[in-house]
């Protein structure tokens, strides 16, 4: 069973930086996208990010574009998310996931079979 780990987790204050990183368990492992999504306290997980990792194609939820940038290293099994511009807002546990989602289940959870553990990411005020 393939296994994600999520890392870069922390606190920041608004307008700081974090990188999170999600290394998959198995080399080999080759799915077709990965993505990342957050869930704060009280709500639903909600779509972050995804790369499709053959064309390094990117999707981002309205709130995080020109912020939040996603990519991957050239061994594919690693992807990263870039978060700048941070606000209190984003506040929640980030989660990474992979899977082979079809076009309309990008953004949804039900597109990815593969999930992470979660990492913290506080944002203070």
């Known amino acids: 069973q393939v296994q994600l780990v999520e890392s870069g987790g922390g606190m920041v204050q608004a307008g700081g930086s974090l990188k999170l990183s999600c290394a998959a368990s198995?080399?080999?492992?080759?799915?077709?996208?990965m993505a990342w999504f957050r869930q704060a306290p009280g709500k639903e997980r909600e779509f972050v990010a995804a790369?499709?990792?053959?064309?390094?194609?990117?999707y981002y939820q309205d709130s995080v574009k020109g912020r939040f940038t996603v990519s991957t290293d050239n061994t594919k099994n690693t992807v990263y998310l870039q978060m700048n511009s941070l606000k209190p807002e984003d506040t929640a546990v980030y989660y990474c996931?992979?899977?082979?989602?079809?076009?309309?289940?990008?953004?949804?959870?039900?597109?990815?079979?593969?999930w992470g553990q979660g990492t913290q990411v506080t944002v203070s005020s």
């Open positions: 198995d080399r080999a492992f080759s799915p077709r996208q």
């Open positions: 996931a992979a899977g082979n989602p079809i076009l309309s289940s990008t953004t949804m959870e039900l597109g990815y079979r593969y």
């Open positions: 790369i499709k990792l053959t064309s390094r194609h990117t």
